[in-house]
């Protein structure tokens, strides 16, 4: 066949339909995304979301991944679920590996079905990637079973758009409503025509699976007095029957010590990650905000010089003070196109775990961590005497912030070391954080506050102001306490040892002994952002 011919072919054929993928999230919480769905998203060329609710999940696509906003259909639930359709179909079309997030599981009280539906007429393939339903989450979230050993029987009843004849419900069954809440005043009185108990406990979780759940409980001839009372809005999953009497006993996640606390983060613009993580799994919100942000020194040239210093044998040791050195000296061996083979013949020292394991991430063990206290002085206590027959140089390459504190160059220096001190980054104040923030921090909307260093306990000062005295005050080891008590703050709770982990464990370990003393009191749990107005502690 002639070229020509040939290419003329080739651009009639049609271009092949994709593949759709339908992925349950979950009813709220990002970590109940099963395995299957993290791994289908990280082949997506397309995503088909329903609102900002599904952004966290995008971190598991590759770069590049078109996102489609499926939410903007209005009208009726079939037309709704129509135009929902139609634009998976046209993704699909023009898009080889479609992924279609869906709340909750795609084929249990969702649109999935009629979805899947459209994309087997339009002759498009398809998967379905289970997901954990809010009919079955959301109440084991409050604690509430919806099977016992003498309670088999559960009903789900979805009240959206629909007139329901509920007079035919067993009475003696679990019932899980959805989409209810604003007819739930005439649902109550229906099910108690249909001969179901007044007094039949009934439960209404708002926010189910996230940190900002709520959960009310009552009867069916209280709950919507009850909801009212609790100034609780929003669609909330209704369990009636006396499975929510296990609650009292079952209540695992709005009894974390940190549950619902609202807890400011002040850290470095690049740091992220475990300290969010651990305080999420104490039920917390934290809300991230810089205070630092890391810069290059402003000469580059010592740098170099000790670089050049490091791989010519001019050191007998090198000294990290911190995760943020290790990053500074490995930017500078990528620059030189050094890796950790010039460290060979080099002693090398860590102030911490963190510290250590990064250095760990070069594939290079420290030879000295502080047996002690995780800090400049801890590491000083551990550290070895120059001797003139066992140490062939006696220098010490020290790579720090340029505000870091003198403890351990004159600790080494008095041990005969020779130290070349060398700014290898800067820490910078970050820009204030917006208004509202400024405002909650003086005005005790925060809960707590967990200070990282303190140089985050300056900076936000500086920046934002003096957290109110109602808030909760957490650090992460004593050179940061003390300079959180020279700003005028009480102290709370202090880590172990001087890890993003530590800290969170240390604040619920204040958290949960708070709790346990208002119940023991018998006095309503609160958060110390709902303290009374003018209650404020001395600092």
Sequence with gaps: MPAKAATTS???????LGHVTFVGVG????????????DVLAGADAVVVEGPEHDAFLAYCKPGVEVIDGSGAEGSRALRVAARGRLVVKTAKSAANVVRLLTGDPFTFSSGAEEAAACRKAGIGFNVIPGVSEVSAVPTYAGIPLTMKNDREVTVVDLAEAKLDLSRLHTKQTLVLLNATDVLKDTVAALVDAGFDASTPVAATVGGTTTAQTSVVG????????????KVTGEAVIVVGTVVEQREALSWFETKP???WRILV??????????MDRLRRYGAMPEEVPT?????????QQMDKAIRGLVEGRYEWVAFTSVNAVKAVREKFDEYGLDARAFSGLKIAA???????AIGAWGIRPDLTPTGEQSAAGLVEDWPPFDEVLDPINRVFLPRADIATETLVAGLTDLGWEVDDVTAYRTVRAAPPPAPTREAIK?????AVVFTSSSTVRNLVGIAGKPHASTVIAVIGPATLKTAEEHGLRVDAMADSPSAEELADALARFGANRRDTMVEAGEPVTRPSERRAGSRRKS
């Design 292 to 300: 630092i942000s890391v810069e290059p020194p402003r000469n580059p």
């Design 258 to 260: 940190l549950f619902g």
């Design 10 to 16: 080739a651009a009639k054929q049609p271009r092949p």
């Design 443 to 447: 005005s005790g909307k925060f809960d």
């Design 27 to 38: 009813p709220g919480d990002p970590s109940l995304l099963t395995l299957a769905g993290r």
């Design 266 to 275: 002040p850290r470095t613009k690049d740091q992220a990650g475990p300290l």
């Design 219 to 230: 009867t069916l001839e209280t709950i919507v007095a009850d909801l009212r009372a609790a």
């Design 351 to 357: 102030v911490g775990d963190k510290t250590a394991e």
